[in-house]
């Protein structure tokens, strides 16, 4: 075992750190699953305005995904399902690591679509003027300060798993 992959195994950190990582990721899993809810709820809502407000790198799909309406529903299904599985997993710690890279890929997206770059301005009104850094990057960089860290095998079904892994009992079962 390489010295960085043993400075990952859960047993290396102190309480405390493991604590706040898996806080991290519990709290960051809400936050996907509370988004994903809103969106399930809520029968007017529709990714089509923030799809067709896009100004950077692949802006011109995004518009078309927003004009064309089966394409759209389809996106808008795929991000609240999304939002919601991703979340589920990281509050359960349950395929962590998929659900960390998931998270990584739809954030991007998110970024990708309305950067808040400036002169860049979106018929939707931010939160601020953030300049480069907004929250979708922020907690984007902090999935990916999760994806170092195995917090599932802390606490959550991923350590029950990996546990019967290494044990055999999966094979038995």
């Avoid at 010295?3 to 195994?9: F, R, S, T, Y």
């Avoid at 809400?30 to 969106?39: I, P, R, S, T, V």
């Avoid at 089509?48 to 995904?65: C, E, K, P, T, V």
């Avoid at 998929?98 to 301005?121: C, K, M, N, R």
Wanted: with cysteine; aromatic share 12%; proline share 4%.
């Amino acid at each position: 075992m390489t010295q960085g992959a043993a400075a990952a195994e859960p047993g290396r950190w102190t309480r405390f750190q493991s604590i706040v990582l898996v806080t991290l990721r519990i709290l960051i899993g809400w936050h996907f699953l509370y988004e994903g809810l809103a969106k399930l709820v809520n029968p007017y809502w529709t990714s089509a305005d923030y799809l067709a407000g896009s100004q950077w790198w692949f802006s011109g799909l995004f518009i078309n995904i927003a004009t064309a309406p089966t394409l759209l529903t389809l996106v808008d299904y795929i991000n609240v399902w999304g939002l919601i599985l991703i979340g589920l997993c990281l509050i359960l710690g349950l395929l962590t690591r998929t659900a960390t890279v998931a998270g990584i890929v739809l954030l991007a997206l998110y970024y990708i679509a309305a950067p808040p770059f400036a002169g860049l301005s979106y018929a939707m009104p931010a939160e601020g003027s953030y300049l480069v850094v907004n929250k979708v990057l922020i907690e984007l960089v902090a999935l990916v300060a999760l994806l170092a860290f195995p917090t599932g095998r802390i606490l959550g079904v991923d350590r029950v798993i990996f546990q019967m892994r290494r044990t055999g009992a999966l094979a038995q079962a």
